[in-house]
């Protein structure tokens, strides 16, 4: 009975560097989203697979911010040249179907900090 | 476009009375609305969700919301707070042809004294 894994938990890194956080959703779970929550605000919205196609990436604030779903299951979340202003708590979450019915079960985050 | 504001950032309360979380939506169709909650180092949890169906929903944990579309309204209620409900809840929307996008809203930390 696992939920949607995220790792690392926790990332310290440095301005400009590059960052991969994964996602595991829930087995069988069709549609994957990735949001972002900044510190004392509601999580934003980033991007939204269904199977292996981003179906919505509407919400990726610039091409430093990039991901992936190669087979159908887990995700990542690429982001290059890190700045400070990244640094947040990157949730994901996953649904057994995409669309206005499937109820989101989300992860605990991968907090991020950039130096 | 669709949005949720959430009328207070923090609410206290005791424990043992009742608690009011006030949500107001903007969205131009109808939406579906949810309620999640996010205890300290965990994901978020839907508490309560409605979809057009009856307007009073009743969620876990004793919680119930009441869509109200006159008011554009969407308020989380509980008659009788318990410790366990101290965390930060959130309002969300989502529109009717947005498939999974949610729109967030800022937040509420529900403080809980004994």
């Known amino acids: 009975g696992a939920g949607v894994s995220q790792t690392p938990s926790n990332k310290v890194t440095e301005k400009g560097k590059y960052v991969e956080l994964r996602c595991d959703p829930i087995s069988g779970h069709t549609a994957l989203y990735w949001y972002r929550q900044s510190l004392g605000q509601g999580p934003e919205f980033l991007i939204y697979?269904?199977?292996?196609?981003?179906?919505?990436d509407s919400g990726l604030p610039n091409d430093r911010f990039f991901a992936v779903r190669p087979e159908g299951s887990v995700s990542t979340l690429k982001i290059q040249r890190t700045e400070r202003g990244d640094s947040a708590v990157y949730l994901c979450?996953?649904?057994?179907?995409?669309?206005?019915?499937?109820?989101?079960?989300f992860g605990e985050g991968s907090r991020l900090t950039v130096l | 476009a669709q949005s949720v504001t959430q009328l207070d950032s923090h609410v206290s309360v005791s424990e043992g009375t009742p608690v009011l979380l006030r949500c107001n939506y903007s969205s131009s169709y109808s939406p579906s609305l949810f309620w999640y909650v996010q205890h300290p180092n965990k994901g978020l949890q839907l508490l309560l969700k409605?979809?057009?169906?009856?307007?009073l929903v009743k969620g876990i944990n004793g919680f119930e919301a009441e869509f109200k579309k006159s008011e554009t309204s969407f308020h989380l209620t509980k008659p009788s707070a318990h410790m366990s409900d101290a965390a930060e809840y959130f309002c969300v929307v989502r529109h009717y042809n947005q498939g999974g996008k949610l729109i967030f809203g800022q937040g509420t930390e529900l403080s809980v004294k004994p």
């Open positions: 697979f269904q199977g292996t196609g981003a179906a919505d």
């Open positions: 979450a996953s649904s057994r179907e995409g669309g206005d019915t499937g109820e989101l079960f």
């Open positions: 409605y979809t057009s169906a009856a307007t």
